[in-house]
């Protein structure tokens, strides 16, 4: 049963959906590329370059948060955000343009994302921060259920053209709800301290190492099964819609309700389950393997993501949340922006089946290392 919350977690959750529809569709990026004559390796730098600017600019970005400028943040990331979308259909093969426009594009997004969470939690109470920040990360994912089959057929009847367009202005109509949200004023105390000053919380270091495991697999797969799927002739849409109904439906009704919520032994059954899935992807020959490993990934995913989020909260004190969330959204954006290049040099050595392969092994192996670091602390 899902949880009530206030009118305006509802808009800022209705802004979030509408850029991340926008953002959704734009995982077909890759086979834009592609069309237009980049290489795999060229691919993978590029999408490199989206987690990159957004990890730089996390530590300007909650600086800025924590002085008490959400909306105004929130206003010229959608601005930019949709700008970088619209000057997409202009590019034609890989210029020096190419990657400035992937750079605005992730730190746009990395303003939108920040502002939102951080809006959230300054709209919920103590009680509701887990509810809260479970229904906001749906919209990271619910998108996927449609966005990339509606994509995939603007692409094919309409052209790149009317796809790009169609993204513009989903994400730019979000201005207008900008003001349904009051202005809010932070407490005196907010800003004060270090950009890092989170870091020394007992536990929180290992926090970030996970989440930039998850990035580096998720971008991973991102960037690469829409090619590989596309290789297979399977369905791209397939995999992203099993995924997104799986993680959407744990992250709409589970948080909070789950006694081992934001405990290191859900996270820990999260990762077994997510790298399997990722496994599975190397065997999609078929549409029918290919849902069933989105699922199980999705279902890994849509545990891992809210469970950190909470944990990284939860550690810190009111006036470093802007920080916290700004540290671990940039955690996340380091595995990202070294998931696609070094991912892109294993598929042309060596294939996306094998390389799927070593993902799920290297992810695995990866978090076992963290936990028993976890139990030493």
């Not at 390796?41 to 948060?65: D, K, M, Q």
């Not at 995999?239 to 109904?245: D, K």
């Not at 059954?269 to 997510?274: D, V, Y």
């Not at 699922?295 to 909470?310: E, R, T, V």
Request: with cysteine.
């Amino acid at each position: 049963m899902l949880t009530k919350f206030s009118k305006e977690i509802y808009l800022i959750e209705t802004i979030l959906l509408l850029v991340y529809c926008s953002s959704s569709l734009l995982l077909l990026l890759p086979i834009y590329f592609k069309n237009i004559g980049i290489s795999e390796i060229s691919i993978g730098f590029l999408a490199s370059s989206f987690y990159i600017s957004s990890l730089l600019s996390r530590t300007i970005i909650g600086s800025i948060l924590d002085r008490g400028a959400p909306k105004k943040v929130l206003f010229f990331g959608i601005i930019l955000f949709s700008s970088s979308v619209i000057l997409y259909s202009f590019i034609k093969r890989a210029t020096p343009i190419l990657y400035i426009i992937r750079i605005f594009h992730g730190f746009s997004l990395s303003a939108i994302l920040l502002a939102v969470l951080l809006l959230s939690v300054l709209f919920s109470k103590e009680e509701e921060k887990a509810g809260v920040l479970g229904f906001i990360s749906v919209t990271f994912l619910l998108p996927n259920i449609f966005m990339p089959f509606l994509g995939e057929k603007i692409i094919e009847k309409l052209g790149f053209s009317y796809f790009f367009c169609f993204a513009f202005i989903i994400s730019f109509v979000t201005i207008f709800l900008l003001f349904g949200i009051p202005d809010l004023k932070q407490k005196d105390n907010i800003g004060r301290g270090g950009f890092f000053e989170p870091l020394k919380k007992e536990g929180f270091p290992i926090i970030l190492l996970l989440t930039s495991l998850l990035g580096f697999g998720v971008s991973t797969v991102n960037t690469f099964t829409p090619l590989w799927v596309k290789e297979m002739k399977t369905t791209v849409g397939v995999f992203f819609t099993t995924a997104a109904i799986f993680a959407v439906s744990i992250r709409l009704f589970l948080p909070g309700k789950i006694k081992i919520w934001g405990k290191m032994e859900l996270i820990s059954l999260s990762f077994i389950i997510f790298s399997f899935g990722v496994f599975l992807i190397s065997k999609s020959s078929s549409n029918l393997i290919l849902s069933i490993s989105g699922a199980i990934y999705g279902i890994g995913m849509g545990f891992i993501y809210p469970n950190l989020l909470y944990m990284a909260v939860k550690l810190v004190k009111e006036d470093s949340k802007g920080k916290a969330l700004g540290i671990f959204t940039a955690s996340t954006d380091f595995g990202f922006s070294i998931g696609p290049p070094l991912s892109g040099i294993a598929v042309k050595y060596f294939g996306y089946s094998n390389m799927f392969k070593f993902l799920s092994f290297f992810t695995l192996l990866s978090f076992l290392l963290l936990k028993m670091k976890w139990k030493e602390e």
